[in-house]
């Protein structure tokens, strides 16, 4: 953009505001709450195929959650996050991507996974921290990470991902792929520095990353409205020079068409894209976290019947592309399966102390050697408080 094209509509002469509060920002809405499809509107691309993998995504998605959340009560698990009521932004999110589409999330986007077949083991195994880990042990619990699903490791600070992604996908570009970078954040995020960084380099350097905002109503605690008084987070897009759209985050065919949409532009134009998910985070922040001390149950429960899994079902049965039977059938299925994996994980043990140090160097610094050295002399003396580690300290 050259300073001509910065000229838009009349020259005056005395001082005039720009309001953009009064600008309207229109929500791409295609399912009502009932499951049907709205008047005119335009479906994604979708079948029975692809419609039925997103609904036993969710559902297995409500399931692991359930007895996630369970385990950690339990005191068999230390940490966990739910997605509940946001399901539909992940799921529907990856279902329009490609296979070799980069996937870098917050830590919230379990449903991405799902959806690309991350196996319930692997999932086991990172929440325990166990031997049989990707990561080996050295991620709190839904710090998931996959290689083989270009599913970017999660980093638990605030928007590190978002200028990550910007990165990658001018790398992508550079290298002439087929491929584009989805980068999840939550609106809270978007108050941190390196949101507009991130979007700011995308801009300049035109790359193909599409920027996905789950705006849930709350950075942990405190709400949207007391976090900034622009128009959400779409409108920082257009003051970036970035296409945006805003969509139903509860309506999982929006989301899909969304970012199929936002896909081919990114692909064809080598250009970011901004999508924002108006959703609702019906769960705590974390197992950490209680809700009732911020917001209330008539606040819940607004939202609760905007619940994009049973929006979904509808629409489904609707086709007779899904019924009762084969719901309750399939969720039988999944907690017999995720509790026997919490069994086996959990009885798994942990990594060797020596992986604290690999994956960094080719050849372990002076430094860090001296430290593991000095880490297992402390194990060798309290044993009692490391009984997962003491007895394989070599």
Known sequence: MNRDEYKQGLDVHTPVFIDGHSVEIPVLKILNHDGTV???????????EL???????????RVLDERMVASQRQGRLSFYLTALGEEATTIGGTAGLKPQDMIMAQYREQGALIFRGFSLE??????????KD???GRQMPIHYGSNDLNYMTVSSPLATQIPQASGYAYGQKLQGLDAVTLCY???GAASEGDFHAGLNMAAVHNAPVIFFCRNNGYAISTPSDEQFRGNGIASRGVGYGIKT????????????KATQVARDYAVKEHKPVLIEGMTYRLGAHSTSDDPTGYRTREEEDKWQKNDPVLRMKKWMEANNWWDDSQENELKEQYKEKILAAVKVAEKIDKPPVEDLITDVY????PQLTRQLNE???HIKKYPYAYPFTAGRIK
């Open 38 to 48: 709205f008047p005119g509107a335009e479906l994604p691309e979708i079948n029975q």
């Open 51 to 61: 419609a039925v993998k997103i609904y036993q995504s969710f559902v297995f998605h």
């Open 122 to 131: 692997n999932f086991m195994n990172q929440m325990f921290s166990n031997e």
């Open 134 to 136: 990707l990561g080996k």
């Open 185 to 187: 954040f939550g609106e």
């Open 245 to 256: 759209i805003r969509v139903d985050g509860n309506d999982v065919l929006a989301v899909l």
């Open 362 to 365: 080719d050849i372990p610094t």
């Open 375 to 377: 880490l297992k002399e």
